[in-house]
T-cell receptor
Framework: KNEVEQSPQNLTAQEGEFITINCSYSVGISALHWLQQHPGGGIVSLFMLSSGKKKHGRLIATINIQEKHSSLHITASHPRDSAVYICAVTNDMRFGAGTRLTVKP | DADVTQTPRNRITKTGKRIMLECSQTKGHDRMYWYRQDPGLGLQLIYYSFDVKDINKGEISDGYSVSRQAQAKFSLSLESAIPNQTALYFC???????????FGEGSRLTVL
């Protein structure tokens, strides 16, 4: 069983919708990463957070350390947001399996 | 130029062959990592290094070895490749344990 669970595995949305991707983990951590993997395979870091909330443009990441849960939100989604979103916990660099997001125009 | 460069980007080889994947970085980071990605399984850590000559096993190190002879370079070797090592391999760097991760573009390896 993966110690980092993401939901949903796949998500299809219409352009403009508000998106939420969830990540739950079972171990104590010092920080959590949200990553984006483009259709071509490249991976970029979106956020690293250890408490509270971070915002970058239309993306918002939150984490609740007590509940061992993090969420990634995308406001006003756009087709260019289509990608696989991956969460990872830093203590032993465990990764979730990813959430494949497709945003339709 | 990319901050983290992997070579080769694609490689097809046969069972039993020795393969080396190379990773170089211009970030000046101490920490480097090798991961493999299989469909539906997410990224799995193979080996990591916190400094030159420092080597640590990850969750799936069997069948692999690494070398960190310089801060900027971290090489992954498959001494005798087997078909279930067919995967997408990523190198990553970070400044410290809780620092932002920077990934290479990936190396797709196919073992026939």
């Amino acid at each position: 069983k993966n110690e980092v669970e993401q939901s949903p595995q796949n998500l299809t949305a219409q352009e403009g919708e508000f998106i939420t991707i969830n990540c739950s983990y079972s171990v104590g951590i010092s920080a959590l990463h949200w990553l984006q993997q483009h259709p071509g395979g490249g991976i970029v870091s979106l956020f690293m957070l250890s408490s509270g909330k971070k915002k970058h443009g239309r993306l918002i990441a939150t984490i609740n350390i007590q509940e061992k849960h993090s969420s990634l939100h995308i406001t006003a989604s756009h087709p260019r947001d289509s990608a696989v979103y991956i969460c990872a916990v830093t203590n032993d660099m465990r990764f979730g399996a990813g959430t494949r997001l497709t945003v339709k125009p | 130029d990319a901050d983290v460069t992997q070579t080769p980007r694609n490689r097809i080889t046969k069972t039993g062959k020795r393969i080396m994947l190379e990773c170089s970085q211009t970030k000046g980071h101490d920490r480097m990592y090798w991961y493999r990605q299989d469909p539906g399984l997410g990224l799995q850590l193979i080996y990591y290094s916190f400094d030159v000559k420092d080597i640590n096993k990850g969750e799936i190190s069997d069948g692999y070895s690494v070398s960190r002879q310089a801060q900027a370079k971290f090489s992954l070797s498959l001494e005798s490749a087997i078909p279930n090592q067919t995967a997408l391999y990523f190198c990553a760097t970070s400044r410290e344990g809780a620092g932002e991760l920077f990934f290479g573009e990936g190396s797709r390896l196919t073992v026939l």
